[in-house]
């Protein structure tokens, strides 16, 4: 049997890169979003179950911190629990979230109550917690890499929210200023972990399968918001 030869390592990332246009910067929900077309209350929508993934997203890393043995990686990975829980004077980016909800509407109480998260955003996100917390470090760390493509998506708020929902607070959108540069950070370590351990060609082909696994946990995150504020 003729065993396919690894890919590059620069090759292997171009095919990481690739995955890009499964993004959900172009579920037709979030294309409606960045062209100004939302309601409010879709608006409101979307925040109130996004946050449920906020608030999950430091109990990820918890657990590849957990299934990790190597500690210069957890010194690394702890920074991405720190950024989202905040310590000190930092907020971090849970609150960060919280005050985009009262930006739009929403009541603090209201978000952490999670009275709105619809069932299929909490079957998406706790499958990724779930996914994060049984398998190797390194596959938990792979699927992180969406964060290649999420400054765009960004971006594209940051410019498109003030013309055309000028009914939220502009101090609101700090997650997203935030998010910029430390997605691009996150990404340089993650890609790294990813690149390091997925040097054969059937790992390869396993990390774009991980990376397309997180690809559609987002993407079905909006399917349910978008059948939720029709």
């Given at each position: 049997?003729?065993?396919?030869?690894?890919?590059?390592?620069?090759?292997?990332?171009?095919?990481?890169?690739?995955?890009?246009?499964?993004?959900?910067?172009?579920?037709?929900?979030?294309?409606?979003?960045?062209?100004?077309?939302?309601?409010?209350?879709?608006?409101?929508?979307?925040?109130?179950?996004?946050?449920?993934?906020?608030?999950?997203?430091?109990?990820?890393?918890?657990?590849?911190?957990?299934?990790?043995?190597?500690?210069?990686?957890?010194?690394?990975?702890?920074?991405?629990?720190?950024?989202?829980?905040?310590?000190?004077?930092?907020?971090?980016?849970?609150?960060?979230?919280?005050?985009?909800?009262?930006?739009?509407?929403?009541?603090?109480?209201?978000?952490?109550?999670?009275?709105?998260?619809?069932?299929?955003?909490?079957?998406?996100?706790?499958?990724?917690?779930?996914?994060?917390?049984?398998?190797?470090?390194?596959?938990?760390?792979?699927?992180?890499?969406?964060?290649?493509?999420?400054?765009?998506?960004?971006?594209?708020?940051?410019?498109?929210?003030?013309?055309?929902?000028?009914?939220?607070?502009?101090?609101?959108?700090?997650?997203f200023r935030s998010r910029i540069?430390?997605?691009?950070?996150?990404?340089?370590?993650?890609?790294?972990?990813?690149?390091?351990?997925?040097?054969?060609?059937?790992?390869?082909?396993?990390?774009?399968?991980?990376?397309?696994?997180?690809?559609?946990?987002?993407?079905?995150?909006?399917?349910?918001?978008?059948?939720?504020?029709?």
């Amino acid at each position: 049997m003729t065993v396919a030869v690894p890919w590059s390592r620069s090759e292997f990332e171009a095919q990481l890169r690739d995955r890009g246009a499964g993004y959900h910067i172009h579920h037709p929900f979030n294309v409606k979003m960045n062209e100004g077309l939302l309601r409010e209350d879709q608006i409101r929508g979307w925040v109130a179950n996004r946050f449920y993934y906020q608030v999950n997203i430091p109990q990820k890393d918890g657990a590849i911190i957990a299934n990790c043995p190597d500690r210069e990686t957890r010194r690394k990975w702890v920074r991405r629990i720190l950024d989202h829980d905040g310590w000190d004077d930092n907020e971090g980016g849970i609150e960060a979230w919280v005050r985009l909800g009262e930006a739009v509407g929403l009541a603090r109480e209201a978000l952490w109550s999670q009275r709105h998260v619809v069932p299929g955003v909490r079957f998406a996100v706790d499958a990724y917690v779930n996914f994060a917390r049984r398998v190797p470090w390194q596959e938990a760390v792979c699927s992180s890499l969406t964060e290649m493509f999420a400054p765009k998506i960004h971006k594209d708020r940051l410019a498109n929210w003030p013309i055309h929902y000028g009914w939220i607070d502009p101090a609101g959108l700090q997650y997203f200023r935030s998010r910029i540069s430390l997605a691009e950070r996150d990404v340089e370590h993650g890609l790294q972990v990813t690149l390091d351990h997925f040097t054969t060609r059937a790992q390869q082909e396993r990390a774009l399968e991980i990376l397309q696994f997180k690809l559609d946990i987002l993407w079905a995150m909006l399917d349910a918001i978008e059948k939720a504020y029709p």
